[in-house]
């Protein structure tokens, strides 16, 4: 393991990828902080780029973007309470009334300290919580890699689907179907390709996140009528005050920083919760254990309001990684994404990566601690510079944003067809996210689906083509139980809705 | 039961659910593979039943959610939706530089951007720039009838 490490450093820090951590924590922020872009889209933007990239460069440069991007987001909802990111909503309930009285600055101070302090305490979190979990998962046979997967799955539908269950299934049930087209993995058979020599080959996984997400987001801007326009002057940093914080506030933030460090990194780790569900449970924590004085602070401009989020958050991001490297299956919709990007280099992770590929394994862990410390030395004496890209118009940023979401599907395949594809899919999306059909269990269930039919494939011809797998097999009973667990709470959740 | 959005794309779900399930049936596998335990059309015969199950139970538990479509544009994303398209039919034929300053401008202008110096700063410094960092950076080979006519490149 030590000798894994120091691989890892000596990767992470070589001068080309410190370049790529720095690089991504900047596009990321910037992308974080137009609203309406969020991780994914910043990642998805990404892909193109990285194509010539070997995997670990483009993995830490897509771990920057992911860290930037939180950071970016964090940024828009303090200063104009508009968030980047669904992850840093309930950022602004402490953040932008800070700002309004004057602390912006100090505000922005805070979510770069406890961001840096959640990512730091995390990142040897997972130090220490990878390795384990990737000995632990050599011994999971294909049975209990389907039964992880469907509960992946299942997780992301419920967690992620704003009480939207079923309608989230549904996106699942088509991600799946739509990782069938192509040729079939074992027998080469083609499948629902209707004669067409564009589809012989599958669904390309850059077009279907470019424009699920980046090009959607953009027709979305217009389509809603969003107004993202803000003056270049009200971020000045004379309006922003100073950054500096008090002993006193550094002794307020300091427990709180500790307790959500821990929850974030706890609720990052657990498949589909992710960076939103942990910053507003830490921040509803925070509330719950404060003194009836600070409570009513809550929300008017709390030290430990903004801390808890900010903190959880980032400590989310970094938990999220330890299903993507060890188990190989993602946990939230941006992982999901770097998943794919990792299989179309060629890279499959899972509990192998980290004894075949200990430069890429490491290299991910402790780049994201350099990460941290980008986002707090380059970014936060930045910002009055870097928020000035919030005073871009929305007419002059979504031509910008359709156009490096075609550009970036069309520069890999030089293919007309995938233009066309695109604008399709990127208009269904459009359509069916007014409708409230959540994308990550799209994405998600399309990753996963080529891996869930080999596994599932494996299972059941070990098994002479029974399905007693699933309750021979303790780990796999184990997983099941927690998918009929997960069904039962929707099944409740929505008995409960229905009474009130 | 009324009909909102919600159920009709549950119905559309249905649809496309039960056709799936039916090409899912008729995919073509190896004689010997035909009554093998797994073979190329079990998986997409699971998803259409779980599809099928999911849409059903969505048309059946919807319950109506005000959605209000005529609110939003819908004319201008038709229009950007046309315009994506439209690139996608002239970038073979005029080249990458000239589609993409044209997409650029084009969507500008109709998005309401009326100052011509904006217009072409936001286009032709961002298309060169990308350019150049594919072809001299990235070592990405773009055919560009247009630049070569010109003489930019070879």
Request: proline share 4%; hydrophobic share 55%; charged share 10%.
């Amino acid at each position: 393991m030590n000798e894994g490490i120091l691989i890892g450093i000596n990767t992470a820090f070589s001068g080309y990828n410190i370049f790529m951590v720095m690089a991504g924590c900047f596009a990321g922020t910037i992308i974080g902080m137009l609203p309406g872009l969020g991780p994914m889209s910043a990642i998805a933007l990404m892909i193109p780029i990285t194509y010539g990239f070997d995997p670990a460069s483009a993995m830490i440069l897509m771990a920057g973007v992911y860290y930037g991007a939180i950071f970016g987001g964090s940024t828009s909802s303090i200063l104009i309470n508009a968030p980047g990111v669904a992850g840093t909503v309930s950022s602004s309930f402490d953040g932008y009334p800070m700002s309004q009285n004057g602390q912006a600055g100090k505000a922005l101070a805070i979510a770069a300290y406890a961001s840096f302090s959640g990512g730091t305490i995390a990142a040897i979190f997972l130090l220490i919580a990878a390795p384990q979990l990737a000995k632990v998962s050599l011994s999971f046979q294909s049975a209990d890699y389907f039964a992880l997967m469907c509960v992946g799955l299942l997780s992301i539908a419920a967690f992620a689907s704003k009480g939207q269950f079923l309608k989230a299934m549904i996106m699942t049930a088509l991600g799946l179907a739509l990782a069938t087209v192509g040729q079939d993995a074992l027998s080469d058979i083609t499948r629902f390709a209707f004669g067409n020599i564009n589809l012989m080959d599958g669904i390309s996984f850059v077009l279907l996140v470019m424009a699920t997400f980046a090009m959607s987001e953009a027709f979305m801007i217009i389509f809603k009528k969003m107004d993202i326009s803000f003056k270049a002057s009200d971020v000045s940093k004379a309006k922003l005050g100073s950054i500096k914080l008090s002993k006193a506030e550094v002794k307020e933030m300091a427990p709180v920083i500790g307790r959500s460090s821990v929850l974030g990194f706890l609720v990052g780790v657990l498949p589909g919760a992710g960076a939103t569900i942990a910053s507003f449970l830490a921040w509803g924590f925070e509330r719950s254990i404060a003194s009836a004085k600070d409570k009513l602070k809550f929300g008017k401009g709390s030290i430990k309001g903004l801390t808890a989020p900010e903190t959880a958050n980032n400590a989310a991001c970094t938990g999220s990684f330890v299903p993507l490297l060890t188990l190989g299956i993602p946990g939230s919709g941006t992982t999901a994404v770097m998943l794919g990007a990792l299989l179309s280099f060629g890279v499959q992770p899972g509990p192998r990566l980290y004894i075949e590929q200990p430069e890429l394994f490491w290299a991910v862990i402790v780049s994201m601690y350099i990460g941290n410390v980008v986002l707090l030395f380059l970014n936060l004496p930045l910002i009055p510079y870097i928020a000035r890209i919030l005073a871009i118009p929305k007419n002059i940023l979504v031509p910008l944003v359709l156009f490096f979401s075609v550009t970036g599907v069309y520069l890999i395949s030089f293919n007309a067809f995938d233009i066309y594809f695109m604008a399709i899919v990127a208009f269904l999306s459009l359509v069916l996210r007014v409708l409230n059909y959540p994308m990550p269990p799209l994405i998600l269930g399309f990753i996963l689906g080529g891996m869930l039919e080999k596994n599932l494939r494996r299972a059941i011809l070990i098994n002479d083509g029974s399905f007693s797998f699933m309750w021979e097999r303790p780990i796999s009973l184990a997983l099941f139980v927690v998918m009929i667990i997960i069904v039962l709470l929707q099944i409740y959740q929505g008995i409960q809705k229905n009474k009130t | 039961m009324n009909i909102n959005y919600s159920r009709l794309s549950a119905l559309i779900f249905l649809l496309f659910f039960i056709v799936y399930s039916y090409l899912a049936s008729e995919i073509k596998v190896f004689s010997f593979d035909e009554n093998a335990d797994f073979n190329a059309r079990t998986f997409p015969t699971f998803i259409s039943y779980i599809g099928i199950f999911v849409s059903f139970l969505t048309l059946v538990l919807s319950k109506n959610e005000h959605e209000k479509l005529g609110q939003y544009e819908w004319l201008k994303v038709i229009v950007l939706f046309v315009l994506v398209f439209t690139y996608g039919i002239i970038i073979k034929s005029i080249g990458f530089f000239l589609s993409t300053n044209l997409f650029l401008m084009v969507a500008y202008y109709y998005l309401g951007v009326r100052s011509p110096k904006i217009i072409i700063l936001s286009s032709i410094p961002v298309v060169a720039g990308l350019q150049f960092l594919l072809h001299e950076l990235l070592d990405v080979y773009i055919r560009d009838p247009f630049l070569q006519t010109i003489g930019v490149i070879s």
